[in-house]
Structures are given as C-alpha cells and as structure tokens.
C-alpha cells in the first residue's frame, strides 16, 4: 500500500509558475511508477505527467510538453511537477498517483492515488 499527499496548490496569475509535491509513504517507494493528474470541474480526470521508477523516463500530455517537468527524489520519498507559464485551462484539482509497474498515461492504470490540490489560474 502506498499513502500520497499533494501539496505546493494555490491560486497564480497567467504566466506565473507553480511547483507541486507529492509525499509518499508505505511500500518501497523507488519501484513504483508515478503520475500527475488533473480534473478540472464538470470534467473528466486526464492525464498530466508520468515518470518511471528510475526517473529516467518521463511523460506528457501534449498540453504539458514543453511548461511542465515532472520529476521525484527516491531518497526523499517524492515527486514533483514544476509548472512554468500557467494558463486560465490549467486550473484544476492535481492528483498524484502510483503504480506497482512502470509509469502510464492512463488513469486507470494507478491503483494509488492522493487527496488533490486545487490550482487555479487567474487570467
């Protein structure tokens, strides 16, 4: 069983930037995949960022490529998604989530999943 909890939300203006973090605890943390995602209201959860366990392998929802990195410390037990020039369409909940395999884009895939942080932008 793995616990996740997300912090680093809050309310930004358009072009600004956010880091978010995303504490784990339980099982080996270092041999599980992880993921961002988000749900913003009156949508579905999409994918935002994924990372295998080495951290040598990423992923990104094309909406991603290019403002965001996802990275994560084993050492410290953590993942993270730094978000450089926000948008209005950037606000949402962020999830982190794990996986007891290598990291995907899909949701269903994550078996654990953290409570969320609110982001929102402000144009």
């Known amino acids: 069983q793995v616990q996740l909890v997300e912090s680093g939300g809050g309310l930004v203006q358009a072009g600004g930037s956010l880091r978010l973090s995303c504490a784990a605890s339980g099982r080996t943390f270092s041999s599980i995949g992880m993921g961002w995602f988000r749900q913003a209201p009156g949508k579905e959860r999409e994918f935002v960022a994924a990372?295998?366990?080495?951290?040598?392998?990423?992923y990104y929802a094309d909406s991603a490529k290019g403002r965001f990195t996802i990275s994560r410390d084993n050492g410290k037990n953590a993942v993270y998604l730094q978000m450089t020039s926000l948008k209005p369409s950037d606000t949402a909940v962020y999830y982190c989530?794990?996986?007891?395999?290598?990291?995907?884009?899909?949701?269903?895939?994550?078996?654990?999943w953290g409570q969320g942080t609110q982001v929102t932008v402000s144009s």
């Open positions: 990372i295998n366990w080495s951290g040598s392998s990423t």
């Open positions: 989530a794990g996986r007891s395999n290598r990291a995907t884009m899909v949701t269903t895939d994550y078996a654990y």
